[in-house]
């Protein structure tokens, strides 16, 4: 791990805006899947040469190989879960969503209007109303079991070969099972 007692070390977590090209092939899925992956190795060099050149120390791919936030990382990379529409006006469990639980846990907040998220103002009663109706969700519905080990190493390879030569350290970042608990809901195990 590097280390540094002049300066503090620069680092991020999180996604990157993909290369132009990368992104076309992206939106074209499944159709240029092929496509995609084979310029996904230049895009991840590109992508951390963009880090590299604004000084951040510890890069990492910019997560451009993965489709979807948060749930969607898991999607490809896990079984065990299928998506389940809901119908118009369904609700959804009390504690689903990044804020769910601290909606139920404490609705007096929510109802002052001070529990907006992101800097954003709290939803107005009719937004609320809206939050908690979704489309779809996802429901555990059998043993979850990891399918993504070829995917992680793709990603591991082509971050290691766009830092190589390069006087940086890698950072792979990847979805924690508490945040992914936020939107699988679980319809399989004896408990949460």
Not at 1 to 26: K, T, Y
Not at 168 to 181: D, H, K, N, R, S
């Amino acid at each position: 791990m590097r280390r540094s007692s002049e300066r503090i070390l620069v680092s991020h977590a999180g996604a990157l805006p993909r290369p132009e090209n990368l992104q076309r092939l992206f939106d074209a899925y499944p159709s240029e899947q092929d496509a995609f992956m084979a310029a996904l190795p230049g895009a991840v060099h590109q992508v951390v040469g963009q880090q590299v050149v604004a000084g951040i120390d510890v890069v990492n791919d910019g997560e451009i190989s993965k489709r979807g936030l948060f749930i969607g990382y898991i999607r490809d990379r896990m079984t065990g879960f299928e998506e389940v529409p809901f119908e118009q006006g369904q609700p959804r469990r009390p504690n689903a969503g990044v804020t769910g639980r601290d909606r139920r846990d404490f609705p007096g907040f929510y109802a002052a209007g001070l529990g907006g998220f992101g800097g954003r103002p709290a939803a107005t009663a009719q937004q609320d109303a809206a939050y908690s109706m979704s489309a779809t969700s996802y429901v555990c519905t059998g043993q979850l079991a990891y399918t993504g080990l070829a995917a992680a190493r793709a990603d591991i390879e082509n971050l290691r070969t766009a830092t190589q030569d390069r006087d940086v350290e890698p950072f792979l970042p990847a979805i924690t099972p508490g945040t992914v608990e936020h939107w699988l809901e679980n319809a399989h195990y004896p408990d949460d």
